[in-house]
């Protein structure tokens, strides 16, 4: 069906310019039989590509499947939305020691291109046949979907193309419509989405990949994206508070794990398309690891004793160069023969590696690939879909032995859960002084995010499970987390919420940058290698595809354009780390 969709697209957008550069009437109406129409396509179809673009604009891809829109390539691995904020947030190292130079207008051309080419263009050919024939829930899902990609094309770009999006030829150069007017028609979809999901329908989709046609789950999950818009324009919206907590009085929104919206990676299937996760894809190969895992995360739970630590990472080997009494190697470890800068000793940061057996790696650390991938620290059993870690330090993903891929890439695109939630209510009452509902809902937070991924390890079928946590050791992290929040001072108690909403939100960059612009917390993330960095990256540049198309579009002169909402921050405001 993919497949389906890609040539559809692909004959849809080429008949178009034929359309404009030929006047032969014979050529307008020619129609390859080898490709679908719009009219002859099923909306069936669409919904399950829809579903699918809408991923990968979030995860991104494996692969680079020509048959995708995706195309692997710039300075992102696999590409994703959700990557790039998981660099800016230390999730995952980022991998430059200028910031301006960190990410170019060609690293998002694939994002943009599976918003607008791939989500939008389906929904809006999509949505005529199914308005004929009474597809009420085809509907739903595709305002939900699309409610959800605009807004976060704001909060990573800014102002962008919507009202007069995807309608060639009759417009050829959209014009940008502003953050402000994009969250408000979101709002206006998940208002529509919602009464779809309750009136009557005709047929239901045969592939609901979501929530396998609850649509009381729809509705809870609509009203919870609400409450993330809300939540994301607090500071420039003073009834946003009011209409977040009217939600969270009604009770209906996503408040139980068995709810979560999460985009579900079957780990079936390597072939095209790629099922598993896309994490998992580029890592779990039989030359090792591509990625880096983030010192500054790993450091944060080995030396805080969180339990979700061998869920998170799987280490391949104990013998980190420079750790342990392990020597140092110059071709291995680089920098496990250097000193660490001036400023990573003021702030007491760790530097280049690890004990215990974890090897990441800093921000801002662009030394090139050593031959290291079947010695570093990678993806574990959550999200996705790796090796639990149970010490066995064996070379991931080796074809004689099979124990050695671990879940498959079983994973998930965590989006919209109940632990996310419960830190969004943590946040509008530490807002609002009142930190012990804060200390409360952050009580929740960690309960439900801990048992949600630590459920992962019965993913990974040769898990020695005489590794795993106990429950009490469980309840002793959360209880002692609690506790320092209940002692701390009010910047104290941000960094603490700040640090656990970062780890609890491993797999979802998206969240973890919105976090960081909109309050500034933690004020202990590592900071980049470099002493000067230059300026944070506050939105991405516009893809090169995009300016150079659209006159339209002019690229900003840097990446310190505040965005919508999330970005306009209280006067005297600094970040607290040296990127200011």
Same mark, same amino acid.
């Given at each position: ?9 692909? $004959?849809?957008?080429? +008949? ?34 829809? =579903?699918? /673009? ?12 020509? =048959? ?49 080419? +791939? ?17 009420? @829930? ?13 807004? #976060?094309?704001? /909060?990573?770009? +800014? ?39 309750? &009136? ?71 072939? =095209? ?5 896309? @994490? ?39 013998? *980190?160069?420079?750790? /342990? ?10 920098? $496990? ?12 940061? #760790? ?35 790796? @090796? ?20 498959? +890439? ?46 992962? *390890? ?13 429950? #009490? ?9 609690? $506790? ?23 797999? &979802? ?19 980049? @290698? ?16 995009? *300016? ?33």
């Amino acid at each position: 069906m993919k497949n389906i969709h890609k040539y559809l697209a692909i $004959s849809f957008l080429t +008949g178009s310019l034929a359309f404009i550069s030929c006047e032969s009437k014979e050529l307008d109406i020619t129609e390859d039989p080898n490709f679908l129409t719009p009219v002859q396509a099923s909306p069936d179809f669409f919904l399950n590509s829809i =579903q699918e /673009d809408f991923a990968r604009t979030i995860e991104g891809d494996a692969t680079g499947d020509p =048959q995708d829109n995706f195309q692997t390539g710039g300075n992102v691995n696999g590409d994703g939305l959700s990557i790039l904020g998981m660099e800016l947030t230390r999730l995952m190292p980022f991998g430059s020691r200028d910031y301006r130079g960190g990410y170019q207008d060609i690293d998002t051309d694939d994002e943009w291109d599976n918003a607008y080419r +791939g989500v939008l263009f389906d929904i809006r050919t999509m949505t005529p046949a199914a308005e004929e024939n009474g597809l009420t @829930r085809h509907l739903g899902i595709a305002q939900f979907i699309e409610a959800y990609t605009m807004v #976060t094309l704001v /909060d990573f770009f +800014g102002d962008v193309p919507y009202s007069e999006a995807v309608q060639a030829p009759e417009i050829l150069n959209p014009a940008l419509d502003s953050g402000a007017s994009i969250y408000d028609a979101a709002l206006g979809l998940l208002d529509q989405a919602i009464v779809n999901f309750t &009136n009557s329908a005709s047929a239901l989709p045969p592939t609901d990949y979501f929530y396998g046609n609850d649509y009381s789950k729809w509705v809870r999950a609509a009203n919870t994206l609400k409450m993330k818009i809300y939540l994301q324009r607090r500071l420039v919206d003073s009834s946003a508070e009011a209409s977040f907590n009217a939600i969270v009085a009604s009770g209906n929104y996503i408040q139980d794990t068995a709810d979560d919206f999460d985009w579900t990676w079957t780990g079936t299937s390597a072939s =095209q398309p790629d099922t598993r996760h896309p @994490r998992y894809g580029l890592n779990y190969a039989s030359a090792g690891a591509g990625d880096y895992m983030s010192n500054w995360m790993i450091n944060e739970m080995d030396t805080g004793g969180d339990p979700r630590i061998r869920y998170y990472f799987y280490r391949q080997t104990f013998d *980190v160069p420079g750790q /342990d009494g392990f020597p140092p190697d110059e071709e291995l470890l680089t920098c $496990s023969l250097q000193t660490p800068p001036a400023h990573y000793v003021s702030g007491g940061f #760790t530097f280049c590696a690890l004990p215990n057996g974890y090897w990441g790696r800093d921000s801002g650390d662009d030394e090139g690939g050593p031959p290291d991938g079947l010695l570093k620290t990678t993806f574990g059993v959550y999200p996705a879909g790796g @090796r639990f870690d149970d010490n066995s330090v064996s070379a991931i993903a080796q074809a004689n032995d099979p124990n050695s891929f671990g879940a498959g +890439g079983l994973g998930i695109t965590p989006i919209l859960d109940a632990f996310m939630v419960d830190f969004w209510i943590a946040e509008m009452a530490m807002v609002a002084g009142n930190t012990g509902a804060a200390a409360t809902a952050l009580e929740s937070a960690l309960t439900k995010q801990i048992a949600k991924a630590t459920s992962f *390890v019965a993913n990974d079928p040769a898990a020695d499970l005489s590794f795993a946590p106990t429950q #009490t050791e469980i309840d002793s992290f959360i209880a002692g987390e609690i $506790s320092a929040y209940n002692a701390a001072g009010a910047t104290a108690q941000w960094d603490i919420l700040g640090e656990q909403y970062m780890i609890s939100h491993y797999g &979802n960059g998206i969240e973890t940058y919105n976090f960081y612009r909109r309050t500034g917390y933690p004020s202990t993330l590592q900071p980049n @290698r470099e002493p000067d960095p230059g300026a944070y990256i506050r939105s991405m540049y516009y893809p090169n595809q995009a *300016v150079t198309s659209n006159p339209n579009i002019t690229q900003k002169t840097d990446q310190t354009v505040q965005v919508f909402g999330i970005q306009i921050l209280p006067p005297g405001f600094r970040y607290p780390t040296n990127e200011v």
